[in-house]
C-alpha cells in the first residue's frame, strides 16, 4: 500500500459536500467540554473503574491459567463453584504448597480451618 500524500485540491469540494450533508440532516454531536458540563469526575471514575475492571480479569486469568494449574492442579474444580470464597482465602494463607508441607497435618488442620472460617 502506498503511503498517503498530500491531499489533492479536488478532495476538499467532495468532503465539504459531505460535511454540509451532515449538517442539513442534522447528523451531528455536539462538543461538550466535560468540566463545564460537570461530568469529568464521572469520567474519571468509570475510567479507573474499567482499568480495575482489567487489572482483576487480567489477574484472575493468570491465576487459572499459570499459578493454579503449577502448584494446585486439583484446584480447578473449585473454579465457579460455591466454595470459591473459601478457596480464595486458603490461597491467600498458604500461597505455595511448601508452606503446607512445612506443618503437621494437625497443625494444618488448625490453621486451614481458622483462616477460613466455620463450615457453613
Given at each position: ?17 459531505v ?6 440532516i ?10 463545564v458540563?460537570?461530568?469529568h ?8 473503574h474499567?482499568?480495575?475492571s ?5 489477574l ?7 499459578y ?32 503446607i ?5 494437625e ?11 466455620p463450615?457453613v
Amino acid at each position: 500500500m502506498a503511503p498517503a500524500g498530500p491531499r489533492k485540491p479536488e478532495d476538499d469540494p467532495k468532503d465539504a459536500q459531505v460535511i454540509l450533508h451532515m449538517l442539513q440532516i442534522r447528523a451531528v454531536r455536539i462538543f461538550q467540554d466535560p468540566i463545564v458540563a460537570g461530568t469529568h469526575d464521572i469520567q474519571e471514575l468509570s475510567k479507573t473503574h474499567d482499568a480495575a475492571s482489567r487489572t482483576k480479569t487480567e489477574l484472575w486469568h493468570r491465576i487459572l491459567t499459570y499459578y493454579l494449574p503449577l502448584y494446585f492442579p486439583e484446584a480447578g474444580r473449585f473454579h465457579r463453584s460455591s466454595r470459591m470464597d473459601w478457596f480464595l482465602a486458603f490461597l491467600e494463607m498458604f500461597p505455595s504448597p511448601h508452606m503446607i508441607s512445612a506443618l503437621t497435618q494437625e497443625e494444618f488442620a488448625k490453621a486451614a480451618w481458622a483462616g477460613v472460617g466455620p463450615k457453613v
